[in-house]
T-cell receptor, first 115, second 111 residues
Framework: GAVVSQHPSWVICKSGTSVKIECRSL??????MFWYRQFPKQSLMLMAT?????????EQGVEKDKFLINHASLTLSTLTVTSAHPEDSSFYIC???????????FGDGTRLSIL | DAKTTQPPSMDCAEGRAANLPCNHS???????VYWYRQIHSQGPQYIIH???NNETNEMASLIITEDRKSSTLILPHATLRDTAVYYC????????????FGQGTTLQVKP
């Protein structure tokens, strides 16, 4: 089946640091990937849609200059949390689909803790 | 994407069938019904999806009503490892459609 891999799985860093999270589709090509954020005891919230070779589409309320998304190849999208602060601490999850009408497959998530 | 409504929590005895309902009364004709589950601190796991017909795979069965306004996910023989939050989503998905998650149903399988 389709496999989506995220790295790192857990990161702890100081306030003001920028953190990059990678999302890879291991056995299929993904022209579109999706980034979600999840706070404790809440559901997943879609942050942005990452499009290969073009700019990401951000959901309302998500700061595009804060959360930089790059989708440089058909198997890799990256999310960079710039100048991270404690309120950015969350569980970040990416997903990708193998095609129209097909289900999205999710990575195992990245737990980000900003001290 | 159509809004979905699920009960916040359900219990099920181990070994029995778990039937999880979902209402999606505003679903449009070409939107799929997707089911995912999330075990604590992991990414969501795809279970099953369907458009109009009932579907079955190695994990579960999906029953969609004829008017497509509701569906039921059936786990035929629930185990303790099936304890998770189950999300029902109506949407286009694929490489163009985004999925909007609701609050889901927390299923507790008890011994």
């Amino acid at each position: 089946g389709a496999v989506v891999s995220q790295h790192p799985s857990w990161v702890i860093c100081k306030s003001g640091t920028s953190v990059k999270i990678e999302c890879r589709s291991l056995d299929f090509q993904a022209t579109t990937m999706f980034w979600y954020r999840q706070f404790p005891k809440q559901s997943l919230m879609l942050m942005a849609t990452s499009n290969e070779g073009s700019k990401a589409t951000y959901e309302q309320g998500v700061e595009k200059d804060k959360f930089l998304i790059n989708h440089a190849s058909l198997t890799l999208s990256t999310l960079t949390v710039t100048s991270a602060h404690p309120e950015d601490s969350s569980f970040y999850i990416c997903s990708a689909s193998t095609g129209v009408g097909q289900p999205q497959h999710f990575g195992d998530g990245t737990r980000l803790s900003i001290l | 994407d159509a809004k979905t409504t699920q009960p916040p929590s359900m219990d099920c005895a181990e070994g029995r069938a778990a039937n999880l309902p979902c209402n999606h009364s505003t679903i449009s004709g070409n939107e799929y019904v997707y089911w995912y589950r999330q075990i604590h601190s992991q990414g969501p796991q795809y279970i099953i999806h369907g458009l109009k017909n009932n579907e079955t795979n190695e994990m579960a069965s999906l029953i969609i009503t004829e008017d497509r306004k509701s569906s039921t996910l059936i786990l035929p023989h629930a185990t303790l490892r099936d304890t998770a939050v189950y999300y029902c989503i109506a949407g286009f998905s694929g490489n163009t459609g985004k999925l909007i998650f609701g609050q889901g149903t927390t299923l507790q399988v008890k011994p």
